[in-house]
C-alpha cells in the first residue's frame, strides 16, 4: 500500500519528461513481449518440424516425401526448400543448337539447383531474423532510458529541495528513492529482452545448420540421385 502511495505521489510531482520516459518504457516492453512470445511459438513449431526430416528420406519418391513433410512444416521452412529445388531440377535444358526458352533454362543444372536452394535459404534465414534488432535494440536502450528519468528525477527532486530553503534527509531521500523507480523499470524491460534475443539465436543457429544440410543433401540426390552417405 504505502509502494502505491509513493508511485502515486512520484507520478503527482513529476513533469511531463518523466511522464514521456514511463510511456517509452512501457511501450518498448509491449512491442519486446509480443516479438518474444509470437517468435517463441514460431520456433516451437520449427523445431518440432525439424523431427520430420528423417521421415523425408524414407519415402519412395522425392514427390511423396514432399508431400509427406508439408503437413508437418507448418512455419513453411523445410518444404518450400525442397519442392523449389525439384522444380528447379526438373527444367530442362535446350536442345543443342536451340535457343533456351528462360536463363534458368540455360543455366547449368547443378549450378540452378544451387542457386535455389541458397535463394530459399536466405529467405527463411531473414524470417528467423526478423525480430531479433528490435529485441537487442529494447535490452541495450532501456536500461538507460531508465537512467535518464532518474537522473531527470532526482534532478528535480533537489531543485524543489533547495527552492524550499531548508535540506533535510527526510526529504531528500524519499523523492531521490522514487526516482530510482525508472532505474528498475528500464532493467524489468531490458532484461527479457536480452534472455529472449539470445535464446532465439541459439535456436536460429540450430536451424539454419540443419536446413543447410538438409539442402546439401537436396543437392546431392537432385544432382547424383543419391543421398550423402546413403
Given at each position: 500500500m504505502d509502494q502505491s502511495l509513493g508511485l502515486?505521489?512520484?507520478w503527482a510531482q513529476t513533469d511531463a519528461i518523466s511522464h514521456s520516459v514511463a510511456y517509452v518504457l512501457v511501450i518498448m516492453s509491449v512491442v519486446s513481449w509480443f516479438y518474444i512470445l509470437s517468435k517463441a511459438w514460431s520456433s516451437w513449431r520449427?523445431?518440432?518440424?525439424a523431427a520430420a526430416l528423417d521421415d523425408f528420406w524414407q519415402a519412395p519418391t522425392?514427390?511423396?516425401a514432399i508431400a509427406g513433410i508439408k503437413p508437418f512444416?507448418?512455419?513453411?521452412?523445410y518444404s518450400p526448400l525442397a519442392s523449389?529445388?525439384?522444380d528447379a531440377a526438373a527444367?530442362?535444358?535446350p536442345a543443342p543448337g536451340t535457343p533456351a526458352a528462360s536463363l534458368n533454362a540455360a543455366s547449368d543444372p547443378g549450378e540452378l539447383i544451387t542457386r535455389t536452394l541458397r535463394r530459399e535459404i536466405n529467405r527463411v534465414s531473414?524470417?528467423?531474423?526478423?525480430g531479433l534488432t528490435l529485441l537487442a535494440s529494447v535490452g541495450s536502450t532501456a536500461p538507460f532510458v531508465g537512467l535518464f528519468g532518474t537522473v531527470w528525477g532526482i534532478y528535480h527532486a533537489l531543485e524543489a529541495v533547495s527552492s524550499s530553503g531548508t535540506i533535510q534527509i527526510d526529504k531528500v531521500a524519499g523523492p531521490v528513492g522514487?526516482?530510482?523507480?525508472m532505474t528498475a523499470l528500464g532493467l524489468v524491460v531490458a532484461i527479457p529482452a536480452v534472455l529472449a534475443y539470445n535464446a532465439f539465436t541459439r535456436v536460429n543457429r540450430i536451424t539454419l545448420a540443419e536446413l543447410d544440410a538438409f539442402a546439401h543433401d537436396l543437392h546431392a540426390y537432385l544432382t547424383t540421385g543419391s543421398r550423402v552417405g546413403k
Amino acid at each position: 500500500m504505502d509502494q502505491s502511495l509513493g508511485l502515486a505521489r512520484y507520478w503527482a510531482q513529476t513533469d511531463a519528461i518523466s511522464h514521456s520516459v514511463a510511456y517509452v518504457l512501457v511501450i518498448m516492453s509491449v512491442v519486446s513481449w509480443f516479438y518474444i512470445l509470437s517468435k517463441a511459438w514460431s520456433s516451437w513449431r520449427i523445431r518440432r518440424s525439424a523431427a520430420a526430416l528423417d521421415d523425408f528420406w524414407q519415402a519412395p519418391t522425392l514427390e511423396v516425401a514432399i508431400a509427406g513433410i508439408k503437413p508437418f512444416d507448418s512455419e513453411n521452412v523445410y518444404s518450400p526448400l525442397a519442392s523449389q529445388a525439384a522444380d528447379a531440377a526438373a527444367i530442362k535444358p535446350p536442345a543443342p543448337g536451340t535457343p533456351a526458352a528462360s536463363l534458368n533454362a540455360a543455366s547449368d543444372p547443378g549450378e540452378l539447383i544451387t542457386r535455389t536452394l541458397r535463394r530459399e535459404i536466405n529467405r527463411v534465414s531473414s524470417r528467423l531474423e526478423s525480430g531479433l534488432t528490435l529485441l537487442a535494440s529494447v535490452g541495450s536502450t532501456a536500461p538507460f532510458v531508465g537512467l535518464f528519468g532518474t537522473v531527470w528525477g532526482i534532478y528535480h527532486a533537489l531543485e524543489a529541495v533547495s527552492s524550499s530553503g531548508t535540506i533535510q534527509i527526510d526529504k531528500v531521500a524519499g523523492p531521490v528513492g522514487e526516482a530510482l523507480i525508472m532505474t528498475a523499470l528500464g532493467l524489468v524491460v531490458a532484461i527479457p529482452a536480452v534472455l529472449a534475443y539470445n535464446a532465439f539465436t541459439r535456436v536460429n543457429r540450430i536451424t539454419l545448420a540443419e536446413l543447410d544440410a538438409f539442402a546439401h543433401d537436396l543437392h546431392a540426390y537432385l544432382t547424383t540421385g543419391s543421398r550423402v552417405g546413403k
